[in-house]
């Protein structure tokens, strides 16, 4: 596709249970990042990754968010045991690393609801 | 670590010039950008300068930059109810494709 692309749109899930977003970012971009926005708490970074390097972790909030990417291309957030303040919208963007004007790109984001 | 800060809201009124600042810690940067997201859309990228900058200009946009003071501002002229979305400042650029974020600022026009 054109742009980068996340699935699902909404998920509503019982608190406890474990999750799957997924991120399908622009083809021949090497960076992606996910973030989460919440009401009122702006955007936070989650993880990034870079090429075949090892990602950055470091905005990961605990041991139950995980993340990986497959071939360079596709992402996966996973949030286990998901609690109510997990609720928020997750964003995904890509960039096209190796450029010196890094315009990042954004999906329209999954609306995650902890219920 | 590189850290991106701009208040969170601001309110004018329609026809004002609004200015929205951010300050960010990375001196290396070598692109300062603003992203705009609207109600209920994605983010996306609004325009951006380059450090060696000091100026852009876009239409009702203006971009100003102190590298010195690490301070960013964006004026938007003559501000419209259109123009009511979230505005992130964001600090990147180079091989690694890093890209640091503000939290964002609203921005509400009244009529």
């Known amino acids: 596709g054109a742009g980068v692309s996340q699935s699902p749109s909404n998920k509503v899930t019982e608190k406890g249970k474990d999750v799957e977003l997924r991120c399908d970012p622009i083809s021949g971009h090497t960076a992606l990042y996910w973030y989460r926005q919440s009401l009122g708490q702006g955007l936070e970074f989650l993880i990034y990754?870079?090429?075949?390097?090892?990602?950055?972790k470091s905005g990961l909030p605990s041991d139950r968010f995980s993340a990986e990417r497959t071939g360079g291309s596709v992402s996966t957030l996973t949030i286990q045991r998901t609690q109510q303040e997990d609720s928020a919208v997750y964003l995904c963007a890509s960039i096209k690393a190796g450029q010196q004007n890094t315009e990042a790109f954004f999906g329209q984001g999954t609306r995650l609801t902890v219920v | 670590g590189e850290d991106v800060e701009q208040s969170l809201f601001l309110s004018v009124r329609e026809g004002d010039s609004s200015v929205i600042n951010c300050t960010y810690t990375d001196s290396s940067s070598t692109y300062l950008y603003w992203y705009k997201q609207e109600p209920g859309a994605g983010l996306q990228l609004l325009t951006y300068i380059f450090s060696n900058m000091d100026m852009k200009q876009d239409q009702r946009l203006t971009v100003l930059l102190n590298k010195k003071d690490k301070h960013l501002s964006l004026r938007i002229a003559d501000t419209q109810t259109g123009d009511s979305a979230i505005y992130f400042c964001?600090?990147?650029?180079?091989?690694?494709?890093?890209?640091?974020f503000g939290k964002g600022t609203k921005l509400s026009v009244k009529p």
């Open positions: 990754f870079q090429g075949n390097s090892a990602p950055d």
């Open positions: 964001a600090e990147g650029g180079g091989s690694q494709g890093n890209l640091i």
